[in-house]
């Protein structure tokens, strides 16, 4: 059976239905990843971590009572609280909202005859896609609406005419919801780590094929290639879960590694043992390369903390690739932001446009197999290059 045809079957499975952080799913998927990197003879392990679960259980509903009387197309927003039935109220700007602390949306509150908030809605005019809330315990009703209602909104402001709208969720919190990372680690002679990353949970009601089902097949295939050569440093693959919940599985990954490095400071001199109290595991980490959304597009691009951006474009010109390399890592996006506010240099890749994104049509069809060898070779390279650096 060829590659390809192996990696085929790999997105087909992962891409069956829906990766939904915390779900039996995922745990089936962690289950299977663990399988395939213990082959691979690396060390494996998974890190479990609790964090605020979520499901919708009744689908949003908005309609517009006045100006004039219209239904607005929803989608759900991660973390919305419930609404008791329908209730209506006056539609009035409120702003802007950040999800996933970087993506920002028009707000608009609903509220009552006493100018209390009973809920809101998001919205842009250029594209709507299924978003997470920043914070887990804000749990106001909410949903987001079409882009159209967002014009349609924006034109009666502009008349002066007054909104009333109405609208109806229903969700359920769900505490002590278990995601998984998976890490597979191949031991080095040298102190130094790279870690290669990628998400592989989806939003709820999309397959994610390409988002991120995509980076797990580059993962894998980095993982049976890495696996025959012979590194300086510890190389350490890591499938994360929770990305689409406001990169929880990154942050908590994160934070586990800030723990003390532990060492037997007796033997230490004074000012030796002052600088190691400071350190943490983090330190460790040459780099950390990551890959989100890699199978379907037209351009590759980077972002990437400027001390690398040279080895990336060297990489990519030997590799005979186009790729665009953003220089500096400065928008709070995708797994690797949890570990650039840390202080750790951060490769991250991804292709664009990709018009299925969060979205159930993010399907298997979607995928292009050679792009994703065609990043796999890429980030081969790269890990390369950082292991002779």
């Known amino acids: 059976m060829s590659k390809m045809v192996m990696k085929s079957e790999t997105l087909d499975f992962l891409a069956e239905k829906p990766r939904v952080a915390g779900s039996r799913r995922n745990e089936e998927?962690?289950?299977?990843?663990?399988?395939?990197?213990?082959?691979?003879?690396?060390?494996?392990?998974?890190?479990?971590?609790?964090?605020m679960?979520?499901?919708?259980?009744?689908?949003?509903?908005?309609?517009?009572?006045?100006?004039?009387?219209?239904?607005?197309?929803?989608?759900?927003?991660?973390?919305?609280?419930?609404?008791?039935?329908?209730?209506?109220?006056?539609?009035?700007?409120?702003?802007?909202?950040?999800?996933?602390?970087?993506?920002?949306?028009?707000?608009?509150?609903?509220?009552?005859?006493d100018g209390k908030e009973q809920g809101y809605v998001l919205t842009r005019p250029d594209m709507v896609w299924l978003q997470s809330l920043t914070n887990a315990m804000d749990n106001m009703p909410c949903c987001l609406i079409d882009t159209k209602s967002c014009r349609q909104i924006e034109r009666w402001q502009k008349q002066g005419k007054e909104i009333e709208a109405e609208f109806s969720i229903k969700t359920k919190y769900m505490p002590n919801t278990v995601l998984r990372n998976v890490i597979a680690t191949k031991k080095g002679r040298a102190k130094k780590e790279i870690v290669v990353c990628a998400h592989y949970d989806s939003v709820p009601d999309s397959p994610g094929a390409n988002d991120n089902a995509s980076g797990t097949l580059v993962l894998l295939k980095l993982a049976e290639v890495l696996s025959k050569e012979d590194f300086r440093h510890t190389i350490r693959l890591v499938s994360f879960d929770a990305e689409e919940w406001n990169k929880q599985g990154a942050y908590m990954y994160v934070e586990k590694r800030r723990q003390k490095v532990s060492e037997n400071k007796a033997r230490l001199g004074t000012k030796t043992a002052r600088y190691l109290k400071k350190q943490t595991e983090l330190d460790k980490i040459k780099a950390v390369v990551n890959i989100d959304t890699v199978g379907a597009g037209k351009t590759i691009y980077n972002i990437c903390s400027k001390k690398y951006a040279g080895l990336v474009k060297a990489s990519a010109k030997e590799s005979g690739m186009n790729v665009e390399v953003r220089s500096g890592y400065n928008a709070p996006q995708?797994?690797?932001?949890?570990?650039?506010?840390?202080?750790?240099?951060?490769?991250?890749?991804?292709?664009?446009?990709?018009?299925?994104?969060?979205?159930?049509?993010?399907?298997?069809?979607?995928?292009?197999?050679?792009?994703?060898?065609?990043?796999?070779?890429?980030?081969?390279?790269?890990?390369?290059?950082?292991?002779k650096d």
């Open 53 to 113: 679960g979520w499901k919708l259980l009744e689908e949003p509903q908005f309609s517009f009572l006045k100006p004039k009387r219209k239904k607005a197309a929803t989608t759900q927003m991660v973390w919305s609280g419930s609404t008791e039935g329908k209730f209506r109220g006056k539609l009035v700007s409120s702003g802007v909202q950040l999800t996933f602390e970087a993506y920002p949306f028009r707000k608009y509150s609903i509220v009552d005859e």
């Open 29 to 51: 998927i962690a289950g299977f990843l663990l399988d395939k990197y213990s082959s691979l003879g690396y060390d494996v392990s998974v890190d479990e971590h609790r964090f």
């Open 334 to 387: 995708f797994d690797g932001w949890a570990f650039h506010v840390e202080g750790v240099p951060v490769i991250h890749f991804g292709v664009y446009p990709y018009k299925y994104f969060h979205t159930p049509e993010d399907t298997k069809e979607k995928v292009n197999l050679k792009l994703i060898d065609d990043v796999a070779g890429l980030i081969e390279k790269i890990v390369d290059s950082l292991d």
